[in-house]
Each structure stands twice: as structure tokens, then as C-alpha cells.
């Protein structure tokens, strides 16, 4: 369960920089509910390469609720230029601090 958030964009966060492989199309699945409410999710990549961070959607923004579980899925071809020094695969609301709970996340 993640609570207490303070953005939108604070979510649970994987390091996956040594797992990219640049200009590869990755497929990201993610299960996500809510404590309450029905916020918008989405999977995302920020990717820092040469000191700029830029952040890349995995997944479509859709709705969860606490109802049950929602999946997030999407496929993304990830590429940097430079030097790639750090990547982060983390789950975020487009708005909003809702908690919400994470179920099998997956960057293949």
C-alpha cells in the first residue's frame, strides 16, 4: 500500500537502469486499486542520460477503483541520448494523492 503521498506523480519506484536496452520496445503490465476513490493510473519511465531527466508513459492513464483490481498495460519503444545514468519505472495518478495498492508489476 502506498499513502501519504504529497504529488500525483509520488508513486512506488523500481531502479531499471541496468536492465534497458536502448530503442527496445518493452510491453509494462501493473495491477493497481485504490483504498478510495477512482483516480487515473499509469505506469511511467523517467529516464536520466547526459543530466536531463525525461519521463516516458508505459501504460495509458485508466481508472482504478477500490472495487477490485485494474490492470495497466502498454508497450513502449525506450530510447535516450547519451549516456543513460539512471532509469526508474514507478506508478503514479494523473492527479490527485490517492492511496493506492501495486500487484504484479512487470517491465518485459
Known sequence: MLSGRTASWNGPRQDVTSKLTHGKSYTTSVWVRTQSGTPSAK??????A???TTHL???PATTVNSGGWTQLSGTAT???SGTLSGAAFYVETTSGTDTFYIDDASLQ
Open 57 to 59: 508513459s508505459l501504460t
Open 50 to 52: 547526459n543530466g536531463t
Open 78 to 80: 525506450v530510447s535516450w
Open 43 to 48: 505506469a511511467t519511465l523517467a529516464l536520466t
